[in-house]
T-cell receptor, first 115, second 116 residues
Framework: AQSVTQPDIHITVSEGASLELRCNYS??????LFWYVQSPGQGLQLLLK??????LVQGIKGFEAEFKRSQSSFNLRKPSVHWSDAAEYFC?????????????FGIGTKLQVIP | DTGVSQNPRHKITKRGQNVTFRCDPI?????LYWYRQTLGQGPEFLTY????????KSRLLSDRFSAERPKGSFSTLEIQRTEQGDSAMYLC??????????????FGPGTRLLVL
C-alpha cells in the first residue's frame, strides 16, 4: 500500500530564509507526487506535481520540488520565504494511471513564518 | 465565481440523522473527487467520478456513505445514520481529463460536518 511520511509536523522559519519541507513516500511503481498548500479558511491548492520527466519540478508561488527515486523523497523547497507562505503543506502520492485517483496524503507540515 | 463550490459550508446534525452534501465542479471539468479531512490529518480520498460514472468507490468508509453524480455535473455525498466519528471536513475537487493527467485539480472550500 502506498504511504507518505512528512516527518516535520511543525516548522518555523524567518521571513526571507530558505525553506525545505521533507516528504518520503512508499509506492511500488512509479509514483505520482503532489504538494498542496492549505491556508486557514482556504481550500487546498495544488503547488506542483510530478508525473514523469524532469525530476526537478517548478510550481506556483516560487516553490520547487525534487523527485529522488533512490531516496523515495519529494522535498519541497523555496529560496526565500514570505510571511504569506504561512500555511499547512501536504505531500501526496497517487497511483498510476491517472495520478489523482486513490491519492494518499501525508499528515501535513504546518509552517510558521516569523519576522 | 467559476471555482468549485460546496454546500452547505457547515452542517451540524444529531447522531443517527442522514446528511447530504453538494458539490458543483468547475463547469468544463468532467472528473470529480470527494475527500474527507479530519482534524490534524491530511485529506483522505473517498471516491471519484468521470462524468456520471463512479469509477472508484472502494475507499468509501462504509456502506453508510454513498455518492452520486446523476447528470455528470454536480455531485452529492450522503452519509446515512451519522456517527460522531463522521465529524470532519468533506472536500470536493474537480479537473478536466486528457493529457495523461497533466491537468490541475481544483478543490472546493469544503463542508464541515459536526455530529453531536
Amino acid at each position: 500500500a502506498q504511504s507518505v511520511t512528512q516527518p516535520d509536523i511543525h516548522i518555523t522559519v524567518s521571513e526571507g530564509a530558505s525553506l525545505e519541507l521533507r516528504c518520503n513516500y512508499s509506492y511500488g511503481a512509479t509514483p505520482y507526487l503532489f504538494w498542496y498548500v492549505q491556508s486557514p479558511g482556504q481550500g487546498l491548492q495544488l503547488l506542483l506535481k510530478y508525473f514523469s520527466g524532469d525530476t526537478l519540478v517548478q510550481g506556483i508561488k516560487g516553490f520547487e520540488a525534487e523527485f529522488k527515486r533512490s531516496q523515495s523523497s519529494f522535498n519541497l523547497r523555496k529560496p526565500s520565504v514570505h510571511w504569506s507562505d504561512a500555511a499547512e503543506y501536504f505531500c501526496a502520492v497517487g497511483s498510476s494511471p491517472g495520478g489523482y485517483q486513490k491519492v494518499t496524503f501525508g499528515i501535513g507540515t504546518k509552517l510558521q513564518v516569523i519576522p | 465565481d467559476t471555482g468549485v463550490s460546496q454546500n452547505p459550508r457547515h452542517k451540524i446534525t444529531k447522531r443517527g440523522q442522514n446528511v447530504t452534501f453538494r458539490c458543483d465542479p468547475i463547469s468544463e471539468h468532467n472528473r470529480l473527487y470527494w475527500y474527507r479531512q479530519t482534524l490534524g490529518q491530511g485529506p483522505e480520498f473517498l471516491t471519484y467520478f468521470q462524468n456520471e460514472a463512479q469509477l472508484e468507490k472502494s475507499r468509501l468508509l462504509s456502506d453508510r456513505f454513498s455518492a452520486e453524480r446523476p447528470k455528470g455535473s454536480f455531485s452529492t455525498l450522503e452519509i446515512q445514520r451519522t456517527e460522531q466519528g463522521d465529524s470532519a471536513m468533506y472536500l470536493c475537487a474537480s479537473r478536466t481529463s486528457g493529457g495523461r493527467g497533466q491537468e490541475t485539480q481544483y478543490f472546493g472550500p469544503g463542508t464541515r460536518l459536526l455530529v453531536l
